[in-house]
């Protein structure tokens, strides 16, 4: 009789868990394919009336001035920030929101370990449009910043 009950537990233990690996979670609040990652290059640095600015490229736009740049992301997405090696900038000193809203920037994007890669997960409440700035360093050690946009597309 004990042997039976044992046998029966571990035929419903084994059911339960096939069951339960076949589901999958909701997609509400899961990026396409499109969105699940989202790579924003610093591409190179120009002078505009005497200002650094930095042509910038995401998925969708090419070589756009930095405060121009409005990179359109889902919630969940994995945004990287990468510089491009040719780009005149020697590294990305932090990324941080720059309003007082955080409708996106819930925390600070984070730097990848012994990389120049910057990485953030866009939260699952994100809303709306959200200003942003990366503080940077050139490859003659002048710091500076700019000020793009991140937007949360439905």
Same mark, same amino acid.
């Given at each position: 009789?004990?042997?039976?009950?044992?046998?029966?537990?571990?035929?419903?233990?084994?059911? @339960?868990?096939l069951?339960?690996?076949?589901?999958?979670? $909701?997609?509400?609040?899961?990026?396409?394919?499109?969105?699940?990652?989202?790579?924003?290059?610093?591409?190179k640095?120009?002078?505009?009336?005497?200002?650094?600015?930095?042509?910038? #490229?995401?998925?969708?736009?090419?070589?756009?001035?930095? #405060?121009?740049?409005?990179?359109?992301?889902?919630?969940?997405? @994995?945004?990287?920030?990468?510089?491009?090696?040719?780009?005149?900038?020697?590294?990305?000193?932090?990324? /941080?929101?720059?309003?007082?809203?955080?409708?996106?920037?819930?925390?600070n994007?984070?730097?990848?370990?012994?990389?120049k890669?910057f990485?953030?997960?866009?939260?699952?409440? $994100?809303?709306?449009e959200?200003? /942003? $700035?990366?503080? /940077?360093?050139?490859e003659?050690?002048?710091?500076?910043?700019?000020?793009? /946009?991140?937007?949360?597309?439905?």
């Open positions: 009789m004990k042997n039976s009950f044992t046998l029966s537990m571990g035929i419903v233990f084994l059911i @339960t868990i069951s339960a690996k076949g589901c999958k979670p $909701a997609k509400e609040n899961r990026p396409s394919d499109e969105f699940k990652k989202v790579t924003i290059t610093l591409n640095t120009v002078k505009i009336h005497a200002k650094n600015h930095i042509e910038m #490229s995401d998925p969708k736009n090419s070589n756009v001035i930095d #405060s121009l740049l409005k990179t359109g992301v889902q919630r969940g997405t @994995t945004i990287l920030w990468k510089i491009k090696r040719s780009s005149g900038i020697k590294k990305i000193d932090s990324i /941080y929101p720059k309003t007082e809203n955080h409708n996106i920037f819930k925390e994007p984070s730097k990848k370990f012994l990389s890669t990485k953030f997960v866009v939260p699952a409440d $994100a809303t709306r959200e200003e /942003y $700035a990366i503080d /940077y360093i050139l003659d050690n002048i710091k500076d910043s700019t000020d793009p /946009y991140i937007r949360i597309e439905e």
